[in-house]
């Protein structure tokens, strides 16, 4: 007891005599000598409570209530609710919970910094800039001059205002104010060489690396040289963290997948050494978007799956807190948008609302689901010709990732046959795609080459659209986006079908429908089957009865498949074009029974789901 209270501040000290003080005065005082013996018995570990233990573990927001309590508790509860803000947000408390009992820790104990960082943390899972801010520059202010006693004062006041320094440009960069993060950022190096800090420069030079990559900027040699630089010093987590920004670096520069993932094995093998769980499942998570980029979708669900399985496992369940961050948010985003995709929109839906129970929207990662969540509105509403509800979905986008919001926008602008308000939002987006502005990527631009091209199309110009679709090709071999070299492929032989080329086109359909088959969604694979039965039709003349009755009976065969699929996703604007194809196919094959139908089917049809302007049949 003695040393404990000898380890108090003054200002601790002068809240212990208040607060002994207004006890013995409430209380009688044979009671009083009674707890003091009491008290003077109590082991270390009595001084905690099973029950004040068991509501921090449960994020219960009575654990602090009364305003007596230990240092210790206090201490236990910051780093309690840090780690699960870090790690577990969902199971931490509440914003407005937490930042209450930081108040009550604060008002019993003035002089403890380290509650000021818990509430920075708390201000900064909601975007609060003011108060995170305030939060940190007080955590600062406190932790320099809280022990001016100490020989290693001066030393220790120069570490907390270069860390604050760094800690503001991260909080400057997470905000999106490049300047203002560059400015703090210089102050923490100046003050780093200094002192001779070479911890505090690595630091700063993993968030030099970040703010020069959102410029666009190719930081090939610098991210190597800080790899190499965190090996030295031994700091395995910003040397895992450094392979994985340079492996990302070079994926979108368009450097050989193969070198790739070999780069990430030694991020993973860094990672299992040192016992580094969050950057497994970061490392993971890029692992399945670099699959998926490259158009590999079943290995791209593999790493989904050996993330989210890794995340249960009985090593991480030893641990305090089960990585459920970021890494896993992503992925669960992924299968959904793969779920959605296959035509399984309840089972997206059930993964959405497992994500809005795992991850509030008051927290920091909850703009992830939301986008998902208005991604898979916006398609439905497209498939459904909803316009307005298209159109509602990417005003929320708009809040949320304005990039995409304005790429689903070209999209609703030509299904809606607005082709002259697409181009102009077309040609302004590639312009700033060209001009490699933050968050369009390559595979971004391929997608907006697409469109235009399909825009082309939909005004029968047909030869601007290969044009289009040939740069298209080019930037997607030069990337390896195997899936969009398919896609691109499949678009230029609906061109070459325009044309009236359609050997031409179905052999292009044959050579690359394979990889779309395999990995493509359900929507893409209908589209491609019905081009390959449109190919096959047109390549058959009816000068030649027999080959033209096959080629009929194959076309009416993969139509029916075609129906299957499209109802499945409920694209029903497609699925008219689909009855008419059948429809005219059972006309000249004498069936008119199946003709009827396919043409009731195409009536109930465009009475439920009316067409647009444009004609169905322009675009793939």
Not at 437 to 464: D, F, G, P
Not at 593 to 607: G, I, P, S, T, Y
Request: charged residues 20%; proline residues 2%; negative net charge.
């Amino acid at each position: 007891m003695i040393l404990a209270f000898d380890k108090l501040s003054f200002s601790q000290v002068s809240s212990l005599y208040k607060l002994l003080l207004k006890y013995c005065q409430e209380s009688d005082e044979c009671k009083v000598t009674q707890e003091l013996d009491e008290d003077r018995q109590l082991t270390k570990e009595d001084l905690i409570c099973e029950e004040d233990d068991q509501d921090v573990i449960e994020g219960k927001a009575n654990f602090l209530s009364g305003g007596t309590f230990s240092q210790k508790q206090a201490e236990y509860f910051i780093a309690h609710q840090a780690g699960l803000l870090q790690s577990h947000e969902n199971q931490a408390l509440q914003p407005k919970v937490m930042q209450k009992q930081i108040s009550e820790l604060l008002r019993g104990n003035p002089g403890l910094a380290e509650a000021h960082y818990l509430s920075y943390l708390n201000n900064l899972r909601i975007n609060e800039f003011c108060n995170t801010v305030h939060e940190l520059y007080r955590y600062s202010d406190k932790h320099a001059f809280s022990d001016s006693s100490n020989t290693s004062y001066a030393t220790d006041q120069g570490d907390s205002f270069r860390y604050a320094a760094l800690n503001l440009a991260g909080l400057h960069c997470r905000f999106g104010h490049t300047d203002e993060a560059m400015a703090s950022l210089k102050e923490a190096i100046t003050m780093a060489q200094a002192a001779n800090d070479s911890i505090c420069l690595q630091h700063a030079l993993g968030w030099l690396c970040r703010l020069q990559q959102e410029k666009g900027e190719d930081l090939g040699y610098l991210l190597d040289r800080s790899v190499t630089r965190a090996r030295e010093l031994n700091l395995p987590y910003l040397a895992s963290l450094g392979i994985q920004n340079y492996t990302k670096q070079k994926c979108l520069a368009g450097a050989d997948p193969a070198s790739m993932f070999s780069y990430f094995l030694g991020s993973d093998a860094m990672n299992s050494l040192h016992n580094m769980p969050d950057l497994m499942c970061t490392c993971l998570a890029m692992q399945c978007a670099m699959w998926q980029m490259y158009g590999q979708s079943e290995m791209s669900r593999l790493c989904s799956q050996m993330l989210l399985h890794m995340n249960n496992s009985a090593e991480l369940a030893k641990s305090s807190f089960p990585v459920d961050g970021e890494a896993v948010c992503i992925v669960l985003c992924h299968l959904a948008t793969l779920h959605a995709n296959h035509g399984y929109y309840n089972t997206a839906l059930d993964t959405i609302s497992y994500m809005k129970k795992t991850f509030p929207s008051h927290s920091q990662h909850a703009k992830l689901w939301m986008l998902v969540e208005q991604q898979i509105a916006f398609t439905r509403s497209v498939y459904h010709a909803k316009w307005s509800a298209a159109e509602q979905a990417v005003l929320n986008m708009m809040a949320l990732d304005i990039t995409e919001a304005l790429y689903r926008k070209c999209i609703l602008l030509r299904m809606k046959g607005e082709t002259c308000e697409a181009y102009e939002l077309v040609n302004k987006l590639l312009e700033e795609c060209q001009e490699k502005k933050k968050n369009y990527t390559v595979e971004h631009h391929v997608r907006l080459l697409i469109t235009l091209a399909e825009l082309c199309c939909q005004t029968s110009n047909y030869t601007l659209a290969a044009s289009h679709l040939l740069q298209c090709m080019s930037l997607c071999q030069q990337h390896h986006l195997y899936y969009l070299v398919a896609m691109t492929t499949m678009h230029l032989a609906h061109v070459q079908l325009l044309l009236n080329l359609p050997h031409q086109a179905l052999s292009l359909v044959e050579k690359s429908m394979t990889q779309v088959l395999a990995h493509g969604s359900q929507y893409d694979k209908c589209c491609v089957l019905l081009l390959l039965a449109k190919c096959q039709l047109a390549c058959c003349q009816p000068t030649q009865p027999t080959k033209r009755k096959d080629a009929l009976m194959s076309a009416v065969r993969i139509l029916n498949e075609v129906c299957d699929g499209l109802q499945k996703t409920e694209a029903h604007c497609k699925l008219k074009e689909v009855f008419y194809i059948q429809a005219r196919i059972y006309h000249e094959l004498g069936y008119q029974a199946e003709r009827n139908k396919c043409a009731l089917q195409f009536r109930q049809l465009d009475q439920l789901f009316p067409s647009s302007v444009s004609p169905p049949v322009s675009t793939l």
